[in-house]
């Protein structure tokens, strides 16, 4: 594939191009840019101005701009699962083209996305419509949506005839007086503001779109509602494609059930008790949700995936956004269906923006929320034959190593030349002081290692060996 790699001088002609301080002269020797790379970058900028929280301040030095607009970019690339390197290709202009929904990706960036509504019965109500449909078919697509809902939350959606409702729907165009102007045909659909203040309460559709009821010649009303009802119910956007909560919009066959089994765990987890909550069936066996704060909770393994952390018991999961309170769970299969075993071990390498999950003596590969291929065998990575399992596993960022850990020894895998260090393996009690039993789980932030031994973690000061803290395993669910 041919990748458009945009160099920092075009970067500062689109700032020109928009009324940004920047050098009045180009690098030497540098030409203008063409015309289709300066549309790509523009459309970049629009793209991460709107969902990405890129600022523009003339005040701030050019290059630190540049810097800027490369990290959004990779939070963006992050969060689709393409591939993180900050730089413009092919394949992140492809996914910035989609037809999506018009909130913002991060929480941060997505104030107007308040939790969970505080009632049982809501009431909606319809102000202008579009002229795409008869009002009955609009009528009976958007009841249809909030049932979507209502069977998994056990909310109650009542159409009131007044416009004094808790939700109000409407079609607009361009702007249209909340400061989230739509943008003409494709581009951003739709988006809501869940009740609080101002605008709050408020779902909006682009009239410029065309609107059906199947979507074979437009966008099928009922997806889109769907997505944005969820919003208005507490939902942030999901980085998993098969989830109605993923921001790009996609078709769904007739009949198709809209909402995955992450989005029904995770609707549960909001509004209904957890005695009230439906069991959830993997392929092997029942699972109900599970109580994080029980006092015997422990981890099989825990690890950073993206800007989130991940925490594995038996085949259930946990997923903690580290700018979030919210928490996602249920049976790992209702996240990585091809993933229906326990996870014993697992790490994430930042710079490939890939995790590694390991079961007895394999691994799968995951980017995204997305497993990548078929599992491979753990001797992949140098072990001995004899090697059939570990117990934990972390890669420590600021030295390229990814340490194994199983029973009172450890490895180190040079994640640079891909192949084991010299001279392991090597005893845990003589590198690690203080930690003499086996680890269950291990993951690396801000220069600690954190060592999840039964029911308590460890907090290691890798530079100085030793331990600087000591509490709950439990305690980095909220508990």
């Not at 449909?133 to 009542?158: K, Q, Y």
């Not at 101002?198 to 437009?218: I, K, L, N, P, Y």
């Amino acid at each position: 594939m041919n990748v458009t790699v945009l160099p920092i001088w075009l970067l500062l002609s689109l700032m020109a191009a928009q009324g940004l301080t920047a050098p009045t002269s180009m690098p030497e020797g540098m030409g203008s840019p063409s015309p289709t790379a300066h549309a790509d970058m523009i459309t970049a900028t629009k793209y991460l101005k709107s969902y990405y929280n890129l600022q523009e301040d003339p005040l701030v030095p050019w290059k630190r701009r540049c810097l800027t607009f490369a990290s959004k970019l990779e939070n963006m690339q992050m969060f689709f699962g393409l591939n993180a390197t900050g730089r413009l290709d092919r394949g992140t202009l492809e996914v910035m083209r989609r037809p999506r929904c018009g909130v913002p990706d991060f929480k941060e960036h997505s104030s107007h996305i308040q939790g969970a509504q505080r009632k049982k019965v809501i009431t909606y109500c319809i102000g202008r419509y579009t002229k795409d449909m008869p009002r009955s078919t609009i009528d009976s697509l958007l009841g249809s949506a909030f049932r979507v809902w209502a069977r998994a939350s056990g909310l109650t959606f009542v159409r009131s005839q007044t416009q004094n409702a808790d939700i109000k729907v409407e079609f607009v165009t361009k702007e249209h007086g909340d400061s989230f102007a739509f943008d003409g045909p494709s581009g951003s659909l739709a988006h809501a503001f869940a009740p609080g203040q101002g605008v709050a309460g408020e779902m909006h559709f682009d009239d410029d779109e065309h609107w059906t009821t199947r979507g074979t010649s437009g966008f099928n009303l009922i997806v889109v509602a769907a997505h944005e009802f969820g919003h208005m119910l507490g939902l942030k956007h999901s980085r998993n494609p098969t989830s109605i909560m993923h921001p790009n919009y996609k078709a769904y066959p007739l009949g198709a059930d809209l909402l995955s089994q992450e989005d029904i765990t995770n609707i549960n987890a909001l509004y209904r008790p957890p005695q009230d909550r439906p069991v959830y069936f993997s392929r092997t066996y029942p699972r109900r949700i599970r109580n994080r704060c029980a006092p015997d909770v422990t981890f099989d393994a825990v690890s950073t995936l993206g800007d989130a952390t991940i925490f594995f018991k038996d085949r259930y999961l946990w997923i903690k956004h580290n700018e979030a309170y919210d928490i996602k769970e249920g049976p790992t299969t209702n996240f990585m269906p091809k993933i229906e075993t326990s996870i014993d071990a697992a790490f994430w390498v930042p710079r490939r923006s890939t995790a590694y999950l390991i079961h007895e003596s394999m691994f799968w590969t995951v980017k995204g929320s997305v497993v990548k291929g078929k599992p491979r065998a753990l001797c992949h990575f140098g072990f001995p034959a004899w090697v059939q399992d570990v117990d934990a596993a972390v890669h420590i960022v600021k030295t390229g190593r990814t340490l194994f850990f199983m029973h009172d020894i450890y490895w180190s895998y040079n994640e640079n030349r891909r192949v084991m260090d010299f001279g392991y393996p090597k005893y845990i009690s003589e590198d690690f002081p203080g930690i003499n039993s086996t680890i269950n789980a291990a993951v690396y932030k801000e220069g600690f290692i954190y060592f999840f031994v039964g029911l308590q973690v460890y907090k290691y000061d890798y530079t100085h060996k030793l331990i600087a803290g000591v509490e709950k395993a439990n305690s980095w669910l909220g508990c």
